[in-house]
Nanobody, 128 residues
Framework: QVQLVESGGGLVQAGDSLRLSCAPS????????MGWFRQAPGKEREFVAA????????DYADSVKGRFTVSKDNAQNTVYLQMNSLKPEDTAVYYC?????????????????????WGQGTQVTVSL
């Protein structure tokens, strides 16, 4: 069982930046694709960003393209979500997720149902 631990959330103003981090508590996750999802109050969980197991390919929701950057550092056993130019509509609980994949997988999944492990979530609140 892989346990993922997120950190880096907080309360910021519109236009500010935050960097979220996610790491497994007791495992290495080299062969895992990683995704970030978020859930705002009263809304369904939605895809934000994902990266392949080797960090070579990324994918983003249209709402965050150009503002957010996902990266995976296998040497540090950590995945990051750099969030710039934050907007109030980015307010949500952010979750990281891990999917065990074949090393030939070249595109990360955007579907939450395909991820095997989830973190507990970290709150991001963006005020005007």
């Amino acid at each position: 069982q892989v346990q993922l631990v997120e950190s880096g959330g907080g309360l910021v103003q519109a236009g500010d930046s935050l960097r979220l981090s996610c790491a497994p508590s007791r495992h290495t996750f080299t062969q895992y694709a990683m995704g970030w999802f978020r859930q705002a109050p009263g809304k369904e969980r939605e895809f934000v960003a994902a990266v392949t197991w080797n960090g070579a390919t990324t994918d983003y929701a249209d709402s965050v393209k150009g503002r957010f950057t996902v990266s995976k550092d296998n040497a540090q056993n950590t995945v990051y979500l750099q969030m710039n130019s934050l907007k109030p509509e980015d307010t949500a609980v952010y979750y990281c997720a891990a999917e065990l994949v074949d090393v030939n997988t070249v595109v990360p999944s955007t579907k939450s149902s395909e991820y095997d492990y989830w973190g507990q979530g970290t709150q991001v609140t963006v005020s005007l």
